[in-house]
């Protein structure tokens, strides 16, 4: 009686191929659980809606010539008014006021419209002089409220991958594929 490699490499032999392309489908399918199963923990962590998080990482598929995926993160920081809708928080009997947008509050923030559209911002405590209608003034500079996400989603999305085992998903495809067990 032959060995179950035996078994597997008679059976693959007719079919050339065969074994890549049912690898590159498991890598492909494990990888996308990852990457999603890493944004949901971060935006949970961070309190964030998940969408705005999904939508910066991006799943290049493993196929049967190149068999790994890969994962592409925006590494730039995402502004906080993605976070959800902007409002306006008063100064209560705490005396911080500022915006909620979604689960977040920044105090001292505000929305504004700049060159790309309203962004929440809020004043750095230093000043930068200005020229305007012929005399200078002292304004406050001004900067966009943003939130790093790359270093979370990444070490997110390894723990994922450790946390799986990827011979043995691949070894169930590779059964169900031929429905046969070793």
């Known amino acids: 009686m032959k060995s179950s490699p035996d078994i597997l490499r008679t059976i693959l032999s007719g079919t050339p191929g065969a074994l890549e392309s049912i690898t590159a489908q498991t890598l492909n399918k494990m990888a996308g659980s990852a990457a999603r ?3 949901a923990s971060v935006a949970k962590a961070q309190e964030l ?10 799943l290049i598929k493993a196929t049967a010539a190149k068999p790994r995926a890969v994962l592409l993160i925006n590494a730039r920081d995402m502004p906080a008014i993605r976070s959800g809708k902007p409002r306006a928080v008063k100064a209560g009997r705490r005396g911080i006021g500022g915006t909620r947008a979604g689960k977040k509050f920044y ?8 060159m790309y559209g309203p962004q929440i911002l809020e004043r750095t405590g230093e000043k930068k002089k200005v020229w305007k209608n ?8 001004l900067r966009v409220i943003k939130i790093s996400l790359a270093g979370p989603l990444r070490t997110a999305f390894l723990d994922e ?14 059964k169900t594929k031929f429905s046969w067990g070793f």
């Open 49 to 58: 809606p998940v969408k705005p998080v999904g939508r910066r990482v991006r």
């Open 134 to 141: 012929g005399k200078q003034k002292e304004v406050d500079k």
């Open 107 to 114: 105090p001292g923030g505000f929305v504004q419209n700049i």
């Open 37 to 39: 199963r890493a944004v």
């Open 161 to 174: 991958v450790k946390k799986s085992d990827s011979a043995a998903e691949i070894s169930n495809a590779i």
